[in-house]
Every structure is written in structure tokens, then in C-alpha cells.
């Protein structure tokens, strides 16, 4: 039987999680607190043993080495992770924990902020609690509205867009190494290859030696947007997972096992004690929670997360 639950993160990345799994922490505690008894949720944001990004990146997917000590962890306890990576996965579920690892999902452009989830050594049906595609389609066009008066110059012809990623991210992660653009130069210029073409920088990274146009200054839903842009490439940027709600083909060129579509889950529901119940009930004793009314104004997640990306314009 369950009775601790453990929130934690990718504690070993380099620059740390902390601020991430403290917030989230906060953020379900007490919902999941509403719905249970005799069990103890703490969270665990401490770092371990502080390694360089190329040995962060080596270690992701190996069948083990991530922790020096697995003694917090066995058959009595449930790990809610965030961002948690394959080799800890396999770490923890090696010591009969059961495993929720919680990420953010690609679709950005939302009312706010919303969630995917992986489920290990349990069940876990989001159903009931998934944004349906409408309502991502429904949103997408609203956007789009926004996006009508925006600065910045309309493309004059059909375009291939290139988009940039951060250097050092788990999204980026193949082969126990950080890939680029770079990295897929010949496939670029097939898929370029008689092709108007522009690159979108990442906002911290545009130093990417590719001989094109380059548009920084344009937002990414402005081009989204744009009738003429007809193709998104990139490595792995979570761009290529909303590109097809604004009617573009959208090209992955990075192996995106680990990063597959998942249900999509609100802030809203997120940290809704109803949520957890239907979750933990599989594996934990629950009971209903008193009606409580839910105070999760427009972009909360956004807000507290400090994460914006092509949203900043709000």
C-alpha cells in the first residue's frame, strides 16, 4: 500500500530543478492532501552529485547510474516527478515505486500552461480531463486573431520555416549528446532545396552558422499565422506540435520517442483535487473532496512559471 509520495524532478540536471519541483510541489500538495489520509507527501528537490550538461546528456537514457542511493524509494511509495529522465524512471521503478512523471506540454499557445503525463507501474486515465482537439483548434484561431495587428512583415511567397532550440535541453538530447540544426545539415538542404526558407533563432541562442534569412524579430504565432508559411523544420521544438493546428506540415528531425503527443491537461485541472482522486485511487485509498471552488485565473501557470515563449505579447 501506498503511503508516501514523493515529488521531485530531474535532480541531477545541471543548474538544478529546485525552483520547478518546489512549485509544483506546492501547486498539488494540498489538493492531493484533500483526497487522501495516512499518507505523506513531501518533496525532494535536492541536488545530486553536480555533473557537467554533456555528462547530463550521457546519463539520460542509460539503464542505470542516475542515483548514488535509492534507499527513499520501494513498493510503499508513488514518485510525481517532473521531467524526470528515462534513466531514473528505470532506477525508481527497479525499486517497486510506481511513477507519475509530469511535463510540460508542447502546446503553448493555450489560455495557459497545460500538462502531459507518463504513468509507471500504474494506470492512468486522463480521459474525462483531456483538452479536446476543438478546443485546441478553438484557441489556435484566436491567436491567429491576435496575431492580425502584430508588428512585423507579412511572407510574400510559400516559405519553409527553420526553428531554432535551445543548446542544452532535454528535448534536444539523441544519441547521449545535444543535437542542433547543425547536426542535420544535409537533410536541411534537401528539404530546402528549391524552397524560400527563413530561420527563427531561439530567443537565447543565434549564434547557429546556417545561411539563411534570419527573422528574431517576428514572433513565432505571427508566422504561424502566415498564409505563406507552408512547412516547419526543426529538431524537436515543441513549434513542430502546434504548427498543424495552424495548417502547416510540420518536420521533426530528431527521433521524438520520448517526446510523442500526449492528452493534454489544464492548469485548471492540474490542481483540482478531483483530478488527483481519479489518478490516485487506482493505487491509494481516497476519498471524495469537499466542493471547493477553483481560483485559477487566466494564465496562473504562465505567470508563476515565468514562461511565456512566443506568448510574451500578453
Given at each position: 500500500m501506498i503511503n508516501k509520495?514523493?515529488?521531485?524532478?530531474?535532480?541531477?540536471?545541471?543548474?538544478g530543478q529546485t525552483t520547478n519541483i518546489k512549485t509544483i510541489f506546492n501547486l498539488i500538495k494540498v489538493?492531493?492532501?484533500?483526497?487522501?489520509?495516512?499518507?505523506?507527501?513531501?518533496?525532494d528537490s535536492r541536488n545530486r552529485d553536480v555533473i557537467s550538461h554533456n555528462?547530463?546528456?550521457?546519463l539520460f537514457d542509460k539503464e542505470s547510474g542516475y542515483y548514488s542511493n535509492l534507499s527513499d524509494f520501494g513498493s510503499n511509495v508513488l514518485v510525481i516527478g517532473f521531467e524526470i529522465p528515462p534513466v531514473a524512471v528505470r532506477e525508481?521503478?527497479?525499486?517497486?515505486?510506481?511513477?507519475?512523471?509530469?511535463?510540460?506540454?508542447?502546446?503553448?499557445f493555450l489560455s495557459?500552461?497545460?500538462?502531459?503525463?507518463?504513468f509507471y507501474?500504474?494506470?492512468?486515465?486522463?480521459?474525462?480531463?483531456?483538452?479536446?482537439?476543438?478546443?485546441?483548434?478553438?484557441e489556435a484561431g484566436l491567436v491567429k486573431a491576435a496575431c492580425v495587428f502584430m508588428a512585423g512583415k507579412e511572407l510574400t511567397q510559400p516559405t519553409v520555416l527553420l526553428v531554432g532550440q535551445t543548446l542544452i535541453d532535454r528535448s534536444v538530447i539523441g544519441d547521449s549528446k545535444f543535437l542542433s540544426l547543425l547536426d542535420f545539415t544535409p537533410q536541411i538542404q534537401a528539404l530546402c532545396h528549391h524552397h524560400h526558407t527563413i530561420f527563427k533563432p531561439h530567443p537565447h541562442e543565434n549564434n547557429l552558422l546556417l545561411n539563411y534569412p534570419i527573422v528574431s524579430d517576428i514572433n513565432i504565432y505571427k508566422l504561424l499565422s502566415d498564409e505563406n508559411l507552408k512547412t516547419v523544420v526543426a529538431v524537436s521544438s515543441s513549434v513542430l506540435d502546434e504548427a498543424g493546428y495552424f495548417g502547416k506540415q510540420a518536420i521533426a528531425l530528431k527521433d521524438t520517442k520520448y517526446y510523442e503527443k500526449k492528452k493534454h491537461i489544464s492548469t485548471e485541472n492540474f490542481i483540482n483535487p478531483i483530478f488527483w482522486e481519479n489518478i490516485l485511487r487506482l493505487v491509494i485509498k481516497t476519498e471524495s473532496p469537499a466542493p471547493i471552488k477553483l481560483n485559477c485565473p487566466r494564465n496562473f501557470a504562465r505567470k508563476i512559471f515565468r514562461a511565456y515563449w512566443g506568448m510574451d505579447f500578453l
Open positions: 509520495i514523493i515529488v521531485t524532478g530531474d535532480v541531477r540536471r545541471p543548474l489538493p492531493i492532501e484533500m483526497v487522501t489520509t495516512g499518507v505523506e507527501v513531501i518533496e555528462e547530463w546528456a550521457q525508481i521503478t527497479g525499486c517497486g515505486s510506481k511513477v507519475i512523471n509530469v511535463t510540460l506540454s508542447p502546446i503553448r495557459d500552461l497545460c500538462w502531459n503525463f507518463e507501474g500504474m494506470q492512468g486515465d486522463l480521459t474525462q480531463f483531456e483538452i479536446s482537439e476543438e478546443q485546441i483548434k478553438y
